[in-house]
Structure formats: C-alpha cells, structure tokens
Antibody, heavy 120, light 107 residues
C-alpha cells in the first residue's frame, strides 16, 4: 500500500525559500503524477502543481513564478521549492498522488500534511 | 480559473438523514470532478471521481452526480463517521480548483 510522507522545516523566514520533500513508500514513483496541495489555517485547499515521474510539470499560475517541483526517481521522492515566501504562504502542505495516468481520477493517496509557518 | 462554489457552507443534520451538497462551476465542463472528505487535522480522503464513480473502499451511501456546471454529493443515510468537511475539486481545466468546503455538523 502506497504511503506518502512530507518532510522539511516547519518554520521559514519571510523572503526565504520553503523546501519540502515527499517520500513515496510501498510503491514506485514511476508511472504516476504527483501533486502538492496546500491549506492555509481554517481555509480551503489550493493546488500548487504537479510533476510526472518523467519530470514534466504543471504549476498554478498564481504561484508559477515562485514554484519549482522536482522528482528524484532513484530516491522515490519529489520535492517542492517555493521562493520569496510571505506570511500568506503559511499553510499545511500536502503531497498527493493523482489516480490514473491516461485519465485522471482525483487524488487518491495523500500524505499526512506538514505545517509550515512563515515568520521571522 | 474555474471558480467552484459549494452550498451550503455549513449543514446541520442528524444521524440517518439524507444529505445533499452542491457544487456549481463558473464555467461548464464535463465530468472531471472529485469529492473529498476531510476531518480535523487529517488529509482529505477521496470519495468520488469523474463526478459519479465511487472510490474503492468508500461506503455505498455516498454518491455523486451531475455534469456541465452543477454537481451533487449525496449521503443517503448520514452516519456518525460522516461528520466532516467536504470539498469538490475540478480537474478539467488548469489550474485545478476546489470548492470552499461544506461542514456537516451534528444537529
């Protein structure tokens, strides 16, 4: 059974870069799309972007200038970098696997989420 | 971006009630819509995809319907474990977007 685990600093200073890694266990990162979703405190869900195991990406235009998602198939991991963070980037960050490859079927596997606070 | 508007924002119901949550899109699209359940402090859980397909392992009291711009999640008989927040999610058009959520509370 595939499991995802986010890791990274829980506190990031304003203007710095947020860096998170999602480790995939119980299955291969190959042949799937992998996403980052975030949820500010008490608010709804926001799509950040996804990466295919081959490296192709799609980013939310609202974050595109600051976001980089990468994949390391040898480590079964994918990562998120968000630059020039502000307090508005404070959120729970989730990694998730997109179900389906020919057609998408929602996001069926999620990590537990990691809280990132932007503060000096 | 496609805006997804859920209604109601909060719903008070009793165990055994039939519950309906609606999600309306700002632009019409086919069936690329999912529903998730989220409990406090937990990650969302996929319930329905492609508007009406039940995810494996999800109880059959959950069902989804709709196409075009209007979609519905129905819980046929609310159970104690169903008190949670529900989100719709369109993956027809980038950027993917979510509804603001519907909190189902105990009446």
């Amino acid at each position: 059974q595939v499991q995802l685990q986010e890791s990274g600093p829980g506190l990031v200073k304003p203007s710095e870069t947020l860096s998170l890694t999602c480790t995939v266990s119980g299955g291969s990162i190959s042949s799937y799309y992998w996403t980052w979703i975030r949820q500010p405190p008490g608010k709804g869900l926001e799509y950040i972007g996804y990466i295919y195991y081959s490296g192709s990406t799609n980013y939310n235009p609202s974050l595109k200038s600051r976001v980089t998602i990468s994949v390391d198939t040898s480590k079964n991991q994918f990562s998120l970098k968000l630059s020039s963070v502000t307090a508005a980037d404070t959120a729970v960050y989730y990694c998730a696997r997109v179900s389906g490859t020919v057609t998408f079927n929602g996001m069926g596997v999620w990590g537990q989420g990691t809280t990132v606070t932007v503060s000096s | 971006d496609i805006q997804m508007t859920q209604s109601p924002s909060t719903l008070s119901a009793s165990v055994g009630d039939r519950v309906t949550i609606t999600c309306r899109a700002s632009q019409s699209f086919s069936s690329w819509l999912a529903w998730y359940q989220q409990k406090p402090g937990k990650a969302p859980k996929l319930l329905i995809y492609k508007a009406s397909t039940l995810e494996s392992g999800v109880p059959s009291r959950f069902s989804g319907s709709g196409s075009g711009g209007d979609f519905t999640l129905t819980i046929s008989s609310l159970q104690p474990d169903d008190f949670a927040t529900y989100f719709c999610h369109q993956y027809n058009t980038y950027p993917w977007t979510f509804g603001q959520g519907t909190k189902v509370e105990i009446k």
